[in-house]
């Protein structure tokens, strides 16, 4: 044990000086090992914060919300199959919020898009929800100021709006939205809440930040028609684990609603996060894939770089090598001397790469969510000693078994 | 006690399907403190045996005890054992690590004797001191003169304290005054009891020594005491 032990450090140190006295060559190679681990780093770090922040946006949005539409939002169902459904209606809603009995908060949505407008501040094409009190109990919203907008304000269809927070920012840097007065579209609409940042920037459009909710009837009164266009039905369950349970319940409820007979097929879709979960889980995991791949690559053309380099300083340092068996160097004290040097140019080129990454990683982070995880430097390090390891292999090998009185002989 | 024994050993290496024999039939004892030059023209097999007194190859038949050990049915490992411990080489190039000081090149054996670094340290400034290199200890081999990087070579083949030190052709690259003084520092540590085989082609060279081994097409054709052998004094001058 102490013989390895001090092998390795004897080792280690010949490895340095060969490193040191080589400087260029040495910085070269480790060049590729650099960009190899920050790109690689970099990958999974930006992968990580796509997943993370995806996971957070759909937990704002609450888990255990079914949607019911007149449309599924994935699958396989054929377009003209679905094409000619029924609208759901705001009649539905009110019979199917009569008959479910297990589902904690029912509440309708549209969507439309508009301008909104404070003053000499616009933000165009906001993504506009129409809905009533109860929306907010589907939700995980919390607030930064005010509250959303109650049953007797969208009842009456009251010119009220709760502004998502990317929104409030926007048309009132100031943080002072509340009690005033803002355009959507034409019409004048007072602001009774601000959403705290939800974060689920991932959603684009349907984040909740960049998005204004207001009553229901204000939508058909204003934006849109109540005949031609369908509505959305939020149904949330008790618990996560109620979530299947009041699936089927919904889908009964809403054939009942529907007056469809036993033979025909459902007309709407219950849709949930899961499957939208899923969509983005096999495309991300195609990413991963992809991008891993690509930056393996890399990682792999910095390692038969070493390798390379190293086969080189084997063969220019022959000499030495006949030397140093000559004097009492074992076949495993060369090799150990050749693997140390090749795994420590990686090692240093891994600990600058993974530094790389992280300040890079850092200044990505104000665009998108990217994090570093433990798990990455470590994953980084250990990648970059087997690397190290892999590389120098072969040519140490060739070192190790050369014959000294050959070894000596050559010039 | 003889620290060489070696009985009708001979070597036979094949190029491409012809055999070279390049020893035949050799046997040869070296007693300690002996100062034995081994000679002979280019082919004689001088290099060969040279190459198994320094246990750096085997030989093809034949038995070889160093210090009483069978060398011909060593393993890699433990000829490196054997070169590292027993052994001190001195080369004709020299052969120094040329990116490293007079001081790292002499501590090399003991690094791979496994000596730790503080006593490495002082017994490699010890033998630098030996031979006479006490102002030259940080400098590199392109920093020093022939005679110098030849002396570090030295200091390196006795850090060790061998039973034997084996020179080949040590005055090859150097004029002949400087060769001298390297023969003036073999004589010395000769005195000093330790044994000493010189591998050369040149007479006067081999006259240094106390025996000398012809060798000729992979045979020994004399072996033979040197009555009055060749003693080279020290010129106050050179030191």
Known sequence: MDIILFELKEGLFIALRAIRSNKVRSILTMLGIVIGITSVVLMTTAINGIDNSFKKGISALGSD???????????????????????????????????????????????????????????????????????????????????????????????????GSEIAKNLFPRGDALDKEIKIGNENFKVVGVLAEQGSFILGPFNPDNQVYVPIGCVFKYFMSRRSNSIQINVRASSPAMVAQTADEAEGVMRKVRGLKYDEEDDFSINQQEALMQNFNSVVGVIQIAGLFITGLSLFVGAIGIMNIMFVSVRERTKEIGLRKAIGAKRRTILAQFILESSTICLMGGFIGLILAIILSMIVNQFIPTSVEYSAVVIAIIVSLITGVAAGFAPAYTAAKMDPVEALRYE | MNIINIEHIAKIYEVGSEQVHALRDVSLKIDKNEYVAIMGPSGSGKSTLMNMLGCLDTPTSGKYDFTGQSVSEMTDNDLAKIRNKEIGFVFQTFNLLSRSNAIHNVELPLIYAGIASAERRERAEQAL?????????????????????????????????????????????????????????????????????????????????????????????????????????PRAAVV
């Not at chain 1, 009569?98 to 949505?109: H, S, W």
Request: charged share 30%.
């Open chain 1, 65 to 163: 919300v079914l949607y019911v539409g007149k449309w599924p939002w994935f699958g396989n169902t054929e377009w003209w199959k679905v094409r000619n459904r029924r609208n759901i209606t705001m009649e539905d809603y009110e019979k199917f919020k009569e008959l479910a009995k297990t589902p904690i908060a029912i509440a309708p949505a549209v969507s439309s898009n508009k301008s909104v407008k404070y003053k000499d501040r616009t933000v165009d094409n906001v993504f506009l929800t129409g809905s009533n009190g109860d929306y907010v109990k589907t939700t995980n919203f919390t607030f930064d100021l005010g509250r959303f907008f109650s049953d007797v304000e969208s009842k009456s269809s009251r010119n009220v709006v709760v502004l």
């Open chain 2, 129 to 233: 001191i030996d031979v006479g290199l006490k102002d030259r200890m940080d400098h590199k081999p392109n920093e020093l003169s022939g005679g110098q990087r030849q002396r570090v070579a030295v200091a390196r083949a006795i850090v060790t304290r061998p039973s034997i030190i084996l020179a080949d052709e040590p005055t090859g690259n150097l004029d002949s005054k400087t060769g001298e003084e390297i023969m003036i520092l073999f004589n010395e540590i000769y005195e000093k009891g330790n044994t000493i085989i010189l591998v050369t082609h040149e007479e006067y060279i081999a006259e240094h020594a106390a025996r000398i081994v012809r060798l000729k097409d992979g045979l020994i054709e004399s072996d033979k005491r040197v009555e009055n052998r060749f003693i080279p004094k």
